[in-house]
C-alpha cells in the first residue's frame, strides 16, 4: 500500500480499471482452480495424507487450466468486447497461466500453515509486496499501461510461490519424522474422493463469493467504462488493507488452531468469540476513519482524480469492516463441518448482492447508490454468518473429525 500513492498517479483510473477486470476475471476462475483441494491440507493428521493431497490439488489445477484456455481461444474475444475492456485483449491468455500458479501457491501457503511456519509466510508476502510494487513503479514510469499491471500482478503470485518453495527447502523444519511414517499412501484419486466435500460444497460457496466481489468491478466497466472500475478496484484495495495486514495472518494461524480444539474438544465457541472481538476491536477505527473522510484522504493521499474513490471507499467500509471480523467464523467451519450451509448462505448473500447491484444501476440510475445497497446488503450477511457459526459452534460435536479427514495416529 505504501507504493500505490505513487502507482495511482503513474497509471490513472482507466489503466487501473482494466487492470482490476482482469484481477477479477483471474480471481474468479483461480477460486475453482483446484476446486478448493488446497483448503483440505491443513486438516489430515497425517502429513503422509496431506502431500497426497498437495499432489492432488496441483492434479487438477493443471486440467482446469486446460479447460479454460480452450474456452478463452473460443470465448476470450467476446468476454472482452463485453466488458469494455480492450486494453487486455492481448492477455486473456495469461488468466489460465494466472490459476495455476495460484494452485501452486496455494498448496506451498496452505502445507506453510499447517507446519506452523508463520514466520516464513510473513517474509515471503514481504519480498512478495517489496517486489511486486517497485517493479511497477519501475516500468510505470517508461509504460504507464494497463498491460503492464496485469503483468506484474502475474509475475507476483509466481514469486511468492518461488519464495515460499526455496524458503522451506532451506528451513531445517521441513525434516520433520511425521513425513516419513511407515504407512500406505493412499493416491491422488482416493483423495479427492475423501475429501469431496471441497469441491462439492465449498468450491460452488468460494466461487459464488469471488462472483459477488468481482461483479461491482465488472458491472462498472461495462456500464460506465474503466475509469468507473479503476475507482472501484482502488477503493475495495484500500478498505480492505486491515484485513490484509491483520487478518489474513489471523486466519493463517487460527484455520490450524481452531481445528486442533475441535479435534481434541476444546470449548470452540469461546475461541471463535475472542478472535472475532479482538478483530472488531482493532479494525474499528481505521474503518470508521474511511466511513467519515473517505474523500478528501482518497484525494489527498491518492491525487485529486481519485476523490470519487474516496465516496465508494466510505460504503464499502461498512462492509468490509464485516468482512475483517467473520475470519475466525470462516476458518472454523471446514472443521465444523458447516460447508453444506456455508453453501446456502453463500446462495443467499451473493443473490440478495446483485439483486441490490441491478436496484442501484435501475432504479436510482447512479454507482453509488449501488455501492451503497451492495455494502449494505453485505454487511448484514455477513454478521448474520458470524452469528450462525458461533451458535453452531456450541452444538455441534467437538468430538475428533472422522477418519476421512486423517488416519488415526
Known sequence: MAFSPIITRLYGPEAYGSMGVFMSIAGVASTVAALSYPIAIVLPRSDVEALGLMRASMYVGIATSLVVTFA????????????????????????????????????????LIR?????????????????????????????PTAAVLVVTNALGVII??????????????HNEPETKVAEPASSARELAARYRDFPLLRTPQVLLNALSHSLPVMMLASFFGASS???????????????????????????????????RGEDARALIIKATTALALSGVAPFALVVVAGPFLF???????????????????????FQYINRPAVSAIPALRLQGGLLVYELFSSSTKVLALFVGYGMFGSDIAAIA?????????????????????????????PSRYGSEA
Open 115 to 143: 507446519k506452523h511456519a508463520f514466520a516464513l509466510v510473513a517474509k515471503v508476502s514481504v519480498w512478495q509486496a517489496l517486489l511486486t510494487g517497485s517493479t511497477k513503479v519501475g516500468l510505470g514510469i517508461f509504460y
Open 373 to 401: 445497497l451492495f455494502s449494505l446488503f453485505g454487511a448484514f450477511a455477513y454478521a448474520w454468518l458470524i452469528l450462525w457459526v458461533i451458535r453452531r459452534s456450541g452444538t455441534s460435536s467437538n468430538d475428533p473429525a
Open 72 to 111: 478463452l481461444y473460443l470465448f476470450g474475444s467476446a468476454l472482452v468486447a463485453l466488458l469494455n475492456v480492450g486494453a487486455i485483449a492481448a492477455f486473456v491468455y495469461l488468466i489460465p497461466v494466472y490459476m495455476l500458479i495460484t494452485v501452486m501457491s496455494a498448496v506451498a501457503g496452505q502445507w
Open 229 to 263: 472500475a479503476g475507482f472501484y478496484s482502488i477503493a475495495s484495495a484500500v478498505t480492505a488493507l486491515p484485513a490484509g495486514l491483520i487478518g489474513n495472518s489471523v486466519t493463517q494461524v487460527f484455520y490450524p488452531r481452531i481445528t486442533e480444539a475441535i479435534n
Open 299 to 321: 484525494a489527498t493521499v491518492f491525487g485529486a482524480e481519485w476523490r470519487t474513490a474516496g465516496s465508494y471507499a466510505q460504503w464499502l467500509s461498512i462492509w468490509l469492516f
Open 160 to 173: 511468492g510461490a518461488v519464495l515460499m518453495a526455496l524458503g522451506w527447502r532451506r528451513s531445517s523444519t
